[in-house]
């Protein structure tokens, strides 16, 4: 093979190499446009923000309760415009999983919490517990 071959084939295995470099920085770009995030609180009470591997902001939350004599709230906020979106729920008794508000469309650069509260029947208040934020 003459060098002005071997020139092409170099050239061609590093632009490929480039490209496919590229699209993994790309990747890793859109994945890490958000920080932050997860659950907060005991083990017992859990407020929880996530993003998606979609692009949405998901909330949620869990409680570990011996008692149902309750009612949940599981609140998304937009720290940034001070909007919210509530779910409401009967509480569970033992280990339960609430799905808030998945916001399909987030604004970059907001910051979003996902809030948990839990309303006692018998008119003591209410406990809550906060995500950390996620900036997205």
């Given at each position: 093979?003459?060098?002005?071959?071997?020139?092409?084939?170099?050239?061609?295995?590093?632009?490929?190499?480039?490209?496919?470099?590229?699209?993994g920085?790309?990747?890793?770009?859109?994945?890490?446009?958000?920080?932050?995030?997860?659950?907060?609180?005991?083990a017992?009470?859990?407020?929880?923000?996530?993003?998606?591997?979609?692009?949405?902001?998901?909330?949620?939350?869990?409680?570990?309760?011996?008692?149902?004599?309750?009612?949940?709230?599981?609140?998304?906020?937009?720290?940034?415009?001070?909007t919210?979106?509530?779910?409401?729920?009967?509480?569970?008794?033992?280990y339960?999983?609430?799905?808030?508000?998945?916001?399909?469309?987030?604004?970059?650069?907001?910051?979003?919490?996902?809030?948990?509260?839990?309303?006692w029947?018998?008119?003591?208040?209410?406990?809550?517990?906060?995500?950390?934020?996620?900036?997205?």
């Amino acid at each position: 093979m003459n060098t002005r071959g071997i020139k092409r084939i170099t050239a061609l295995a590093f632009a490929g190499a480039a490209l496919a470099g590229g699209l993994g920085l790309a990747a890793a770009g859109s994945a890490s446009a958000t920080s932050g995030g997860g659950c907060g609180g005991p083990a017992w009470e859990q407020g929880c923000v996530s993003a998606t591997a979609s692009g949405a902001v998901n909330s949620d939350a869990y409680t570990n309760l011996q008692s149902n004599a309750c009612s949940v709230d599981v609140i998304l906020w937009d720290y940034t415009t001070n909007t919210h979106w509530d779910n409401w729920f009967a509480c569970g008794s033992g280990y339960t999983h609430y799905q808030g508000t998945l916001l399909p469309n987030p604004s970059s650069g907001h910051d979003y919490k996902s809030e948990l509260r839990v309303y006692w029947n018998n008119g003591s208040g209410y406990d809550y517990q906060t995500s950390p934020d996620l900036i997205y």
